[in-house]
């Protein structure tokens, strides 16, 4: 969303707010606050041209207004509990019309490895529900690593890709005929999923 649009977005909800106290009555943001906020960022974008000092109030005024929208987008959500018509009467633009809960996504696929000396592909099949992947490269056989609530718990020298994605590539750090042993979870904000098998690969000359 450019900074117009949120801007117009930011005076629509306002206005919503305002008018409509017994569906939202203790909105989290104020909506004369967030019309303030919303005119603040059209006067910085339209000066952000003017040197240094505009530039850093467009930015500034930019940054404040989408933590006031995130602010009253989680007011709106926990008010609205999975109701579409309360959350597009706010001016928001409802994502589903049923609230979902978040669960672990399964362990992946033991992951595919090829590569050579400058680098080291790694690739898995995407898990349902994760947004993102931490991937474990071990030197040598793999390291022992395991899930203790959030945390991973880690024995042994590796290197640790903490939010990595279904494909991952290491250029020129690991030299010819080092053995790694690689292994990789899922993980989104309900948690992590357990290990990978470790696949065992050598790189190449």
């Known amino acids: 969303m450019t900074p117009v649009e949120m801007a117009s977005l930011a005076h629509n909800i306002s206005a919503k707010l305002a008018a409509d106290t017994s569906t939202f009555p203790a909105p989290a943001v104020a909506p004369a606050s967030l019309s303030a906020a919303a005119s603040r960022l059209e006067l910085a974008y339209a000066n952000r ?106 024995s042994g020298a590796a290197t640790v890709i903490p939010d990595g994605t279904t494909r991952e590539v290491l250029r020129n750090v690991l030299a010819p005929g080092t053995k790694v042993a690689v292994q990789v979870l899922a993980q989104n904000t309900a948690g992590k999923s357990g290990f990978s098998t470790p696949v065992s690969f050598t790189v190449g000359s």
């Open 49 to 154: 041209m003017n040197g240094a000092a505009a530039k850093t109030e467009f930015e500034a005024a930019d940054t404040a207004l989408d933590e006031l929208l995130l602010t009253g987008a989680a007011y709106v959500t926990s008010l609205a509990n999975g109701n579409v018509v309360i959350i597009e009467a706010s001016g928001f633009t409802a994502s589903t019309n049923s609230r979902k809960t978040t669960v672990v996504p399964a362990a992946p696929n033991a992951p595919k490895i090829s590569g050579n000396a400058g680098a080291l592909h790694l690739t898995i099949p995407a898990v349902q529900g994760a947004a993102s992947y931490c991937w474990i490269i071990s030197l040598g056989d793999a390291a022992m690593a395991s899930v203790a609530d959030t945390h991973i718990v880690l």
